[in-house]
């Protein structure tokens, strides 16, 4: 797999700095049930690193201290990291608002058949991926079988509520492109998928989070051996909008890798680049006193793919959010 690293960090991304942290994002290991084409961690069911129990107490003690109010848990597939339900009660006894960025399919796997119903009973919120409405494109991102499994994990989390309205149990998807191309209006496109999981199979949801693809890792490796990766670059860049570096994930958010170091997004922990203005990567355990408002962010060419367009975080398109969010932004 070509790094794409030494082609993104040189560049011209306008500078930034934090605000109030809110959000702990953790990735829980890098094992998954799952090899998908666009996954910018390369998880895969032959990965076997895992954040241990005492990196996610030093976690938990870090957003105490820090006071942030969000844990969103990701992976590869979390679940399957051996502590994830210990953490989730944990944080959930600590007051936090847990996240959970399922894949769905893991919820009818092997040992996991009641998952569903630890989660729901822990109001654990679901961020799970579903790249389209139709089996064939689906099946083409993620691999074979994969959409009816989805349906099948979608089915037992309507079945518990989630999805469903005045039940307090968040159920959103994910869109990605298939290929490089910007995704299309948030909106819209939610509409479409409401519509067409309602008529087809019966499936609700909450939210569509409509998020562009990252040139780094597996996804950023086919760009560079299919020689799309300088167009994809351009394409980025040239969509990019000043307005939307007000409310990018990083400003509020802070992730932890596997291994407790901290990063100022979920795509520079993959690319290994350290907090913000650090030399070398920093344990999460030493920061539990650190003061984050105002500290630099460190950005480079990847960062147009949160800004460009309609703009892409983790909470979907920037300017698709409630207008309560976004004038907090402003």
Same mark, same amino acid.
């Given at each position: @797999?070509r790094?794409?690293?030494?082609?993104?960090?040189k %560049?011209?991304?306008?500078s930034?700095r934090r605000d109030?942290?809110?959000?702990l994002?953790?990735?829980? !290991? /890098?094992? +998954?049930n799952?090899? +998908?084409f666009?996954?910018?961690?390369?998880?895969? *069911?032959k990965?076997?690193?895992? @954040?241990?129990?005492?990196t996610m107490?030093?976690?938990l003690?870090?957003?105490e201290r820090q006071?942030a109010?969000?844990?969103?848990?990701?992976g590869?597939?979390?679940?399957?990291?051996p502590?994830?339900?210990?953490?989730?009660?944990a944080?959930?006894?600590? =007051?936090?608002?847990?996240i959970d960025?399922?894949?769905l399919?893991?919820?009818?796997?092997?040992?996991h058949e009641?998952?569903?119903?630890?989660?729901?009973?822990?109001?654990?919120?679901?961020?799970?991926?579903?790249?389209c /409405?139709l089996?064939?494109?689906?099946?083409?991102?993620r691999g074979?079988?994969?959409f009816?499994a %989805?349906?099948?994990?979608?089915?037992k989390?309507n079945?518990?509520?989630y999805?469903l309205p005045d039940t307090?149990?968040?159920?959103?998807?994910?869109y990605n492109?298939? !290929?490089?191309?910007?995704? *299309?209006p948030q909106?819209?496109l939610?509409?479409?998928y409401?519509?067409?999981l309602?008529?087809? /199979?019966?499936?609700v #949801?909450?939210?569509?989070?409509?998020?562009?693809? @990252? *040139?780094i890792?597996? #996804?950023?490796s086919q760009l560079?051996?299919?020689n799309?990766?300088?167009?994809y670059?351009?394409?980025l860049? !040239?969509?990019?909008?000043d307005?939307?570096?007000?409310?990018?994930?990083?400003?509020?958010?802070?992730?932890?890798?596997?291994?407790?170091?901290?990063h100022? +997004?979920d #795509?520079?922990?993959?690319? =290994?680049?350290?907090l !913000?203005?650090?030399?070398a990567?920093?344990?999460?355990?030493?920061?539990?006193e650190?003061? #984050?408002? =105002?500290?630099?962010?460190?950005?480079?060419?990847h960062c /147009?793919g949160?800004t460009?367009?309609?703009g892409?975080?983790c909470?979907g398109?920037?300017?698709?959010?409630?207008?309560?969010?976004?004038?907090a932004?402003?």
């Amino acid at each position: @797999m070509r790094d794409t690293a030494p082609l993104l960090l040189k %560049s011209d991304f306008p500078s930034m700095r934090r605000d109030r942290l809110e959000t702990l994002q953790a990735n829980l !290991g /890098y094992r +998954c049930n799952q090899s +998908c084409f666009h996954c910018h961690v390369a998880a895969s *069911p032959k990965r076997t690193e895992e @954040m241990s129990w005492e990196t996610m107490v030093s976690l938990l003690r870090f957003a105490e201290r820090q006071g942030a109010t969000t844990l969103d848990l990701t992976g590869g597939a979390p679940e399957l990291n051996p502590n994830f339900r210990r953490l989730v009660l944990a944080a959930r006894a600590q =007051g936090l608002r847990v996240i959970d960025r399922c894949n769905l399919t893991i919820l009818n796997g092997p040992g996991h058949e009641d998952l569903a119903d630890f989660l729901a009973a822990n109001a654990v919120e679901i961020v799970a991926s579903l790249p389209c /409405y139709l089996e064939e494109n689906v099946d083409r991102q993620r691999g074979d079988g994969v959409f009816e499994a %989805s349906l099948a994990g979608l089915r037992k989390l309507n079945a518990l509520g989630y999805g469903l309205p005045d039940t307090g149990r968040i159920l959103n998807l994910v869109y990605n492109p298939v !290929g490089p191309s910007l995704p *299309p209006p948030q909106e819209p496109l939610e509409a479409t998928y409401k519509e067409q999981l309602a008529i087809r /199979y019966g499936i609700v #949801f909450n939210r569509l989070f409509a998020l562009a693809n @990252m *040139p780094i890792q597996r #996804f950023g490796s086919q760009l560079v051996s299919r020689n799309q990766f300088d167009d994809y670059m351009a394409l980025l860049k !040239g969509a990019h909008r000043d307005e939307n570096l007000a409310g990018v994930m990083c400003k509020t958010l802070i992730s932890v890798s596997w291994q407790g170091h901290v990063h100022d +997004c979920d #795509f520079n922990q993959m690319l =290994g680049l350290p907090l !913000g203005d650090a030399a070398a990567p920093v344990h999460v355990s030493t920061l539990l006193e650190r003061t #984050f408002d =105002g500290l630099p962010i460190r950005v480079a060419e990847h960062c /147009y793919g949160c800004t460009a367009g309609q703009g892409s975080s983790c909470g979907g398109a920037l300017d698709a959010r409630p207008a309560d969010a976004a004038a907090a932004a402003a």
